[in-house]
């Protein structure tokens, strides 16, 4: 099981971006996947889950209404589209699956490697 995080770049403010999370080993049929992200000296934050079953997304009121989280079953992909990126939304975003109901990652659950978000001023 592994999953492969990419698309990020430095960006100005204002613009976009929109991150992969290539998942291989499972399926995107039976395991949500969420995005989680990391700003040097902060704690991880979740930023957004898709669910397995209905595809319901889930958002942290920090991103909500400017990211997007979607699927492409047949790619076995997520992606985070970003929109209107501020230097608050600077940061290593990382994927991880499968993630429950809940967007928490289930026990046995992977780590993607990350992908660096730079957002200037």
């Known amino acids: 099981v592994q999953l492969q995080a990419s698309g990020g770049g430095l960006v100005q403010s204002g613009g976009s971006l929109r991150l992969s999370c290539v998942a291989s080993g499972f399926t995107l049929d039976y395991n949500g996947i969420g995005w989680w992200r990391q700003a040097p000296g902060k704690e991880r934050e979740r930023v957004a889950c898709i669910s397995t079953s209905d595809g319901n997304a889930r958002y942290a009121d920090s991103v909500r209404g400017r990211f997007t989280i979607s699927r492409d079953k047949a790619k076995n992909t997520v992606y985070l589209r970003m929109n209107t990126l501020a230097p608050e939304d600077m940061a290593v975003y990382y994927c991880?699956?499968?993630?429950?109901?809940?967007?928490?990652?289930?026990?046995?659950?992977?780590w993607g490697q990350g992908t660096q978000v730079t957002v200037s001023s």
């Open positions: 991880a699956g499968a993630v429950d109901s809940q967007c928490r990652v289930v026990k046995g659950g992977r």
